[in-house]
């Protein structure tokens, strides 16, 4: 299994980033697929995840409203759609499936 993020960043408050995970090595359109985050001096945190079909979607309250998580099983990417980013969304974010982790990527957050 191999996962790999991209698309971090530095962005101003209230602006927007998409991130992407490129997925290979096991069959993707079977499982759900999930974004972690981790800012610095804190445990590691769950973000959001989506099913294999993409119809069952759930967020942290933390991100609800803002972020959007979207997946296409043909091209075996799942994205982070970001908006109205705050400097407390700084963080590494990871993408994850099972056991399963990215290198993560960086998302800065600051004016």
């Known amino acids: 299994v191999q996962l790999a993020e991209s698309g971090g960043g530095l962005v101003r408050p209230g602006g927007s980033l998409e991130l992407s995970c490129a997925a290979s090595?096991?069959?993707?359109?079977?499982?759900?697929m999930n974004w972690h985050r981790q800012a610095p001096g804190k445990e590691r945190e769950w973000v959001a995840s989506?099913?294999?079909?993409?119809?069952?979607?759930k967020y942290a309250d933390s991100v609800k409203g803002r972020f959007t998580i979207s997946r296409h099983n043909v091209k075996k990417t799942v994205s982070l759609q970001m908006n109205s980013l705050k400097p407390e969304d700084t963080a590494v974010y990871y993408c994850n499936t099972r056991s399963s982790w990215g290198q993560g990527t960086q998302v800065t957050v600051s004016s």
């Open positions: 090595g096991f069959i993707f359109s079977l499982y759900p």
């Open positions: 989506i099913d294999s079909t993409g119809r069952i979607i």
